[in-house]
């Protein structure tokens, strides 16, 4: 049963992997036996310690994701270092918090531009390599809004909605050549993106009292659900978006 989750010998690409989700993602992808490179804007030794702790390769790739500049040069590096990449987690995000009659074009790009655009090049330029080899997983960081409205988010809104329709339209083109691109949808994890609402006293409450597992999540809870999506596990699983939410949705 085991040996479904399997990752030895893949080498996977996680971006934003200093902190957070991404952190979590990168060590239960080295705890499934995978190397791992990180890339990022941040310093990510942590991170790159525990994968090591893990008896796996590790590989840091300092890349601002904010545009596209860097995805050809990380992307070969990676390749050259560690091998042709099997798993892709396009995870690098930011949030930006203001009601819409205030917000600016600035925010408006700044979002949409590392949540969805860098993401969609990013599958494009790894995507490239899995095709060639009929082999590949790509699993997106989509949102629960990527099914809701939220409030005072809208290019967050727009980007992760767009990543969960670029998540199907890629596994429509994709399914057939072997690649598996789907997406995990995270509910209320408490990370550096959801610090101001856990700050907020009320929005917690509310918050708190519409999820049925009646907790925040922590980044680790999505580390399953992205060795399922990594691996052999998930082989006829395409253009999913999959929920890790405490039931959020479900209510
Ligand atoms: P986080 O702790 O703020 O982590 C975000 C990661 O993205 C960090 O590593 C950050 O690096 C990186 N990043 C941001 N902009 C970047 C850039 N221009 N270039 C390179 N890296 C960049 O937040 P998180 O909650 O773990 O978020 C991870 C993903 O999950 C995001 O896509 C987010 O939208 C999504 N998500 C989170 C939640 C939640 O409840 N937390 C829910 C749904 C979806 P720095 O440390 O350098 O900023």
Redesign the pocket.
């Known amino acids: 049963m085991s040996s479904l989750f399997d990752l030895s010998g893949k080498v996977a690409l996680v971006?934003?992997?200093?902190?957070?989700?991404?952190?979590?993602i990168a060590l239960a992808l080295a705890q499934a036996g995978a190397d791992v490179a990180v890339?990022?804007?941040?310093a990510?030794d942590e991170t790159l310690a525990a994968i090591r702790a893990s008896g796996r390769r590790a590989l840091e790739v300092r890349?601002?994701?904010?545009?596209t500049a860097p995805v050809a040069g990380l992307v070969a590096q990676v390749e050259v270092e560690l091998g042709a990449i099997a798993i892709l987690v396009?995870?690098?995000?930011?949030?930006r918090r203001t009601d819409s009659v205030d917000f600016s074009e600035a925010d408006w790009d700044?979002v949409t531009?590392?949540?969805l655009k860098?993401p969609f090049f990013l599958c494009q330029a790894v995507g490239r390599g899995m095709v060639a080899r009929g082999q590949g997983k790509i699993i997106n960081?989509?949102?629960?809004?990527s099914f809701q409205g939220g409030i005072r988010v809208p290019s967050?809104t727009a980007?992760?909605s767009g990543i969960a329709g670029i998540t199907r339209l890629l596994a429509n083109e994709w399914a057939a050549k072997g690649v598996n691109v789907n997406a995990?949808?995270?509910?209320?994890?408490?990370?550096?993106?959801?610090?101001a609402?856990q700050a907020d006293e009320t929005r917690n409450r509310q918050i708190m009292e519409r999820i049925p597992a009646g907790r925040?999540?922590a980044?680790a809870d999505?580390g399953g659900a992205a060795v399922f999506l990594a691996s052999r596990a998930s082989d006829y699983v395409n253009g999913h978006i999959l929920a890790v939410d405490g039931g959020w949705l479900a209510r």
């Not at 971006?15 to 979590?24: F, L, R, S, W, Y």
Request: hydrophobic fraction near 45%; glycine fraction near 12%.
């Open positions: 971006t934003g992997a200093n902190t957070g989700i991404g952190q979590a890339a990022g804007r941040s990510a890349a601002d994701l904010s545009s396009n995870n690098a995000g930011i949030i700044a531009d590392t949540n860098v960081i989509a949102s629960l809004l967050y980007a992760k995990i949808a995270p509910g209320y994890i408490a990370t550096n993106n959801t610090a609402l925040w999540g980044p999505i």
